[in-house]
Each structure stands twice: as C-alpha cells, then as structure tokens.
C-alpha cells in the first residue's frame, strides 16, 4: 500500500478541539459536514484545500485532548491519506487506526518535511521517501496494515468473520 499527497505541516501538541472542535460534538454527523470543518481551529484553508491522499505531519503529542473519535474520522472524511507525528495521545492513536487512516511516527521525517512538498509512504517498506531524502518509521503489524487495507476495524472485523459489510446489507433492504 503506498500512498502519495501533500504535506500539511503542524507543530507540537496538536489538540483534539481544533482537529474537530468540541462546538460540533453532538450537532454535525454527516461525514461530508464533518470533513468541511476539518482543521477548522488551527487552519481555516485545511478543509478548502485539502486533496486525497494528502499527509498531515505534526510534532510530538498530536492529538492530545479529549477521546472524541470525530477527530480521527473527520480528517479521514477529509481526504487525509496518513498522518505523521514524533508522536501521538495514545486514544487518537487507536482511533486513527480504528477507522483505517494510518498514524506514523518518524522524529527524523517531521524534522525534515516541508509544508507543501509531495511526498509517499510505502507501508509495505516502511518508508517516507521525499526530496529532501528518505526515512524509516517502525514497521507496522500485519494486524494493523490488514485494518488499513480494509478501510477500518469495522470492515477488517467483517472480512475475518465473513459478514458482508452492513452498507451492502443495507441496500438489498432497498
């Protein structure tokens, strides 16, 4: 699985609240509502802006805050193809992974990634390549990149079981 996008650079302690403010907790749902106000406290252009498969990369304790899981789907929701930290607030971590968007730490890519370069991973590899040269990041279980692959834990936790997804379920009740 590789994955190519944009750089968005952020600093250090990146919060929940301005991932997804706490004022849309229990008012906005739609997933496209939802991906219109990604960012919104931190960077009003984010959501205008942003294209699929492009990479957030923060510094140390991104997405600290509340547990809120809207912050992790919202950027998903987005378009946001990975995300890359020195590291994460361990709940925004699991739900990053929970919904299939993954969550990668490299001190030494984030020191040296520029706003606004293109840039892939290779998670297979383990692998940020840029232009400014190429980094590592701990390689991932095959547990996780299955869950990455199926687009989630929901999903993933549906193929091993052999359920069909609830969305194809649900359109043949149609």
Not at 75 to 81: D, H, R, T, W
Not at 107 to 115: F, G, I, P, R, S
Request: aromatic fraction near 10%; glycine fraction near 10%.
């Amino acid at each position: 699985m590789k994955i190519i996008g944009r750089v968005w650079k952020y600093g250090d302690d990146v919060n929940t609240d301005v991932i997804f403010p706490g004022k849309y907790t229990y008012t906005v749902t739609d997933p496209q509502e939802m991906a219109k106000i990604a960012l919104e406290d931190l960077d009003a252009d984010f959501a205008k802006k942003v294209h699929k498969g492009d990479i957030i990369v923060g510094g140390k304790n991104f997405g600290c805050g509340s547990s809120r899981e809207q912050a992790a789907s919202c950027l998903l929701y987005a378009g946001v193809g990975a995300i890359i930290a020195k590291s994460f607030a361990r709940i925004f971590f699991r739900n990053c992974i929970n919904f299939g968007l993954p969550a990668l730490t490299s001190a030494e890519a984030v020191a040296n990634l520029k706003h606004g370069e293109q840039i892939e991973i290779d998670m297979e590899k383990g692998k940020i390549k840029t232009e400014s040269g190429v980094y590592q990041f701990p390689p991932l279980p095959k547990e996780i990149v299955g869950i990455f692959d199926a687009g989630g834990l929901i999903p993933y936790t549906q193929r091993k079981l052999g359920i069909e997804p609830k969305e194809q379920l649900n359109n043949e009740d149609n």
